[in-house]
């Protein structure tokens, strides 16, 4: 009896170290920090010439694919307008960049390096899991010759402070000047819509270029002051989007100046409803003026 009780004392203080422990790390790890899951990507080479000793399947761990989120001042995650966390694009470059400079072989393998920021982007939004994911690789050419657009209401980046966009682009034009979308596909205009957009009184809508990295139906759209349900959300830079605005009578013109958007680009539901249903993930947003 003695020899079975002091068992069952041994065992007792295991169980209480244990669960001390367990208690300890639960207070040090943190608990829900993502809202979607962790992306889970690998990357396989096969096929492709690269570097000797490169591996032919690479994997970025959790840990470094959870440095790409956006963050706050304080060092929690963004969480935007829709609830959604958002990647931080430059991180993103900075890690495919790097990809690239172990993969690359000039002039035979070479990652394109848009194309794959734009994939990672939206993988780590959506908590993607590729388990095999061919990377975008082209070899080294010379670059297409740079679009000409002579309507300046829907012309692709042709102001003096914007850098031309090759020709043949897929990508969300949206002119703040003009208060138009222009959506081209292989360089092509598909969809042109009138928009609001924010102004400048504290309500920017951020210029540069961006992408989607998410599409959602029935969302609620929450900020200082404002609570407003879209049916279809594109969210394309932090909690900036692409959204139908149905309480807006009309748009274009100089509404924007007067009565703009908090930052995002309205449209008519139509229009929206039309660019939601063709447009991909990844797909470029080009902002400007």
Avoid at 14 to 23: D, E, M, Q, T, Y
Avoid at 60 to 70: C, E, I, Q, S, W
């Amino acid at each position: 009896m003695k020899r079975i009780f002091g068992s069952f004392l041994k065992s007792l203080r295991f169980f209480i170290l244990f669960a001390g422990l367990a208690a300890v790390f639960s207070m040090c790890r943190p608990v829900d920090v993502f809202a979607q899951p962790i992306a889970n990507i690998t990357y396989n080479f096969s096929g492709y010439s690269i570097p000797a000793g490169a591996p032919a399947l690479y994997t970025p761990d959790a840990g470094l694919l959870g440095t790409f989120y956006v963050k706050n001042p304080d060092g929690t995650l963004f969480v935007d307008a829709a609830g959604n966390y958002a990647a931080d694009t430059n991180a993103v470059a900075n890690f495919v960049a790097t990809l690239a400079s172990v993969y690359n072989i000039p002039g035979v393998t070479e990652l394109n390096r848009t194309v794959e920021t734009n994939y990672l982007v939206s993988a780590i939004n959506i908590g993607l899991n590729d388990p095999s994911h061919t990377p975008a690789i082209t070899t080294a050419v010379a670059a297409p010759a740079a679009v000409t657009v002579p309507d300046a209401a829907s012309a692709v980046l042709t102001t003096a402070t914007e850098p031309a966009v090759n020709a043949g682009a897929t990508l969300i034009d949206v002119n703040i000047t003009s208060q138009k979308l222009t959506y081209f596909v292989n360089g092509a205009p598909v969809l042109i819509s009138d928009i609001v957009t924010g102004n400048n009184s504290g309500h920017n809508t951020p210029t540069g270029t961006f992408s989607i990295y998410s599409k959602q139906t029935s969302r609620t759209l929450k900020g200082p002051g404002y609570s407003a349900y879209v049916n279809y959300w594109m969210p394309f830079y932090k909690g900036f989007g692409l959204h139908d605005a149905t309480w807006r009578g009309s748009f274009g013109g100089n509404i924007y100046q007067g009565n703009g958007s908090h930052g995002c680009v309205n449209m008519p539901k139509s229009t929206a409803e039309a660019l939601y249903n063709t447009v991909n993930i990844g797909t470029p947003v080009v902002i400007h003026y």
